[in-house]
């Protein structure tokens, strides 16, 4: 049984360019949440979606967007990149009937220099 | 004042030592507690879950909710040098993250 996949492994852009990182959930998780991890900190939740929804936000400006696809899989879109947008993106997939229990993929480290 | 706090160590024990990592909150509200477990570059695995307060165990991890102290703790009995790890509790819905403690058994 896949547990969560992230594409890509590492990933360097430039100030200003835009990024898609990909999240494919858990088999049989149909909800599936993104979480922004600086160096040294806890991950901050980005947002989560289920049933192609954004369900619930957290504090992150309109550069971040995201989609969810009828597979369930999802991307994270962050446009105008910034210095500090340079951290590590995690996805985690849990199911909409117990979404505290999340499964966490590996994450893609973006650099932006 | 962080919503979540959590003292990020260091902490060093010797193997077999009896482990306490703990976090507080301020947030009432808050129903579902979680423990992660977080190697160096990898993505955070769930450890424990629980729900309102009261003791959970399983292996030989237990946690702990103290709902009116506002506070949550994760003990490792027996631990082992494969416990070395980031330590990351979590809380309600949107997974409100505290900042981790890094632990490391000494063999």
Redesign the interface.
């Known amino acids: 049984d896949a547990g969560?996949t992230q594409s890509p492994t590492h990933l360097i852009k430039t100030r200003g360019q835009q990024v898609t990182l990909r999240c494919s959930p858990k088999s049989g998780h149909d909800t599936v949440?993104w979480?922004q991890q600086a160096l040294?900190?806890?991950?901050?939740?980005i947002f989560?979606y289920y049933e192609e929804e954004e369900r619930?936000r957290?504090n992150f400006p309109d550069r971040f967007s995201g989609h969810q696809f009828p597979n369930y899989s999802s991307e994270l879109n962050v446009n105008a990149l910034l210095l500090g947008d340079s951290a590590l993106y995690?996805c985690?997939s849990s199911f909409s009937s117990g979404?505290?229990?999340?499964?966490?993929?590996?994450?893609t480290?973006l650099t932006v220099t | 004042q962080k919503e979540v706090e959590q003292d990020p160590g260091p902490l060093s024990v010797p193997e077999g030592a009896i482990v306490s990592l703990n976090c507080t909150y301020s947030n009432s509200a808050f129903q579902y507690f979680m423990w992660y477990r977080q190697y160096s570059r990898k993505g955070p695995e769930l450890l424990m879950y629980t729900y309102s307060s009261g003791n959970k165990e399983d292996g030989r991890f237990t946690a702990q909710v103290d709902k009116s102290s506002k506070y949550i703790s994760l003990f490792i009995r027996d631990s082992q040098p494969s416990d070395s790890a980031t330590y990351l509790c979590a809380m309600n819905y949107d997974m409100r993250f505290g900042a981790g403690t890094r632990l490391t058994v000494k063999p």
Not at chain 1, 99 to 107: I, L
Request: hydrophobic share 20%; proline share 12%; glycine share 20%.
């Open positions: 969560v949440s979480y040294g900190q806890g991950p901050q939740f989560q619930q957290g995690l985690a979404p505290y229990e999340q499964y966490f993929g590996p994450g480290r």
